[in-house]
């Protein structure tokens, strides 16, 4: 199994410009959740899905903040326009039965807003 | 509403013993989890605790005290790839509420 799959790595982007994380989860986990990761803040769950369906969204900062799920293998999280406090390490992490059993990190993708 | 608290940084000796704590206040808590993180990396679990005592995996164990709402980490025989920050974080609800992550305990282990 190849893991919670995260693209891109790293991304620096101008102030302004629309940003686009993506997300591939653990086949077979049913849920998906965007955490985001700062040194002042630590870390911070902005959205998750059960089957596909976004739950919680109480969690993205603005409505700059969007994220969708269209199929069990995909999920995007879009900031636009994104500015530089959007700095920060964007988790994305599956799981198939619960905090019980674990949930499963991707790599992360660390954006820099300039 | 949900809040964790956790040193934030523990140093200690190759070899010896570290305890890690962590006390939440959880509406409505159903289970306590420990992730680790080394610099750059993802979280990864270590353990998670719903029923009061010690539960041991290798050389890691925790502990969980709901009276107390407080529970800890046990690392033992401690090793320099250890170092690493640990984080508490709580599930609420019958555990369909998505973890709550504490702030992490930085952890340096020294020769």
């Known amino acids: 199994d190849a893991g919670v799959i995260q693209s891109p790595r790293h991304e620096v982007t101008e102030m302004g410009q629309e940003v686009t994380l993506r997300c591939k989860p653990i086949s077979g986990h049913n849920s998906l959740f965007w955490y985001r990761q700062t040194m002042m803040r630590g870390l911070e769950l902005l959205i998750y899905f059960n089957n596909n369906v976004p739950i919680d969204d109480s969690g993205m900062p603005e409505d700059r903040f969007s994220a969708k799920m269209p199929n069990a293998s995909f999920s995007t999280l879009k900031i636009q326009p994104s500015e530089p406090r959007d700095s920060a390490v964007y988790f994305c992490?599956?799981?198939?039965?619960?905090?019980?059993?674990?949930?499963?990190f991707g790599s992360g993708t660390r954006l820099t807003v300039v | 509403g949900q809040s964790l608290e956790q040193p934030s940084e523990v140093t200690a000796v190759e070899g010896a013993i570290v305890q890690i704590n962590c006390t939440y206040q959880t509406s409505g808590f159903y289970g306590l989890s420990w992730y680790q993180q080394h610099d750059g990396g993802a979280p990864t679990f270590l353990s998670y605790?719903?029923?009061?005592g010690l539960e041991e995996t290798g050389r890691f164990s925790s502990f969980l005290s709901r009276s107390d709402s407080y529970g800890y980490l046990l690392l033992q025989e401690l090793q320099m790839k250890d170092s690493a920050s640990y984080f508490c974080?709580?599930?609420?609800?019958?555990?369909?509420?998505?973890?709550?992550f504490g702030k992490g305990t930085r952890l340096s282990v020294i020769a």
């Open positions: 974080a709580v599930t609420a609800n019958s555990g369909n509420t998505p973890l709550v």
């Open positions: 605790n719903a029923l009061d």
């Open positions: 992490a599956s799981s198939s039965r619960g905090a019980n059993y674990g949930y499963t």
